[in-house]
């Protein structure tokens, strides 16, 4: 049975930072699209797309406001994903999770309906 499981969420300063991790098992992603999420606390806002990272070369995007702070990478078994995120904001506090799309292995779509794995989540907080 697939699953994603993150973990490295927690709680810190602005301007520190963390590393989030995302463990796939059952089944090997090799190159198939991964992606982080995040949910911010209002309902009404829609889910965010953080980062991705797609293909054997591991070719990765960002979205503007984490651009240049936060890091998108994969393991060399390419089963464990990580986040790196340096410079945190309040802003960037939310739930944040793993998705994998495994009809995609060129490009991400740019719909998170379209990931059909996703992990628990995890919470990250940063205080002022």
């Known amino acids: 049975q697939l699953r994603l499981v993150e973990s490295g969420g927690g709680s810190v300063e602005a301007g520190g930072s963390l590393r989030l991790s995302c463990v796939v098992s059952?089944?090997?992603?090799?190159?198939?699209?991964m992606a982080w999420y995040r949910q911010l606390p209002d309902p009404e806002k829609e889910r965010e797309w953080v980062?991705?990272?797609?293909?054997?070369?591991?070719?990765?995007a960002y979205g503007d406001s984490v651009k240049g702070r936060f890091t998108i990478s994969l393991d060399n078994a390419k089963t464990t994903l990580y986040l790196e995120m340096n410079r945190l904001k309040p802003e960037d506090s939310a739930m944040y999770y793993c998705?994998?799309?495994?009809?995609?292995?060129?490009?991400?779509?740019?719909?998170?309906?379209?990931?059909?794995?996703w992990g628990q989540g995890t919470q990250v907080t940063v205080s002022a």
């Open positions: 980062a991705d990272i797609v293909g054997e070369d591991g070719r990765a």
């Open positions: 059952g089944y090997n992603p090799s190159g198939h699209c």
């Open positions: 998705a994998l799309d495994l009809n995609r292995a060129v490009h991400c779509s740019p719909f998170w309906s379209d990931f059909g794995y």
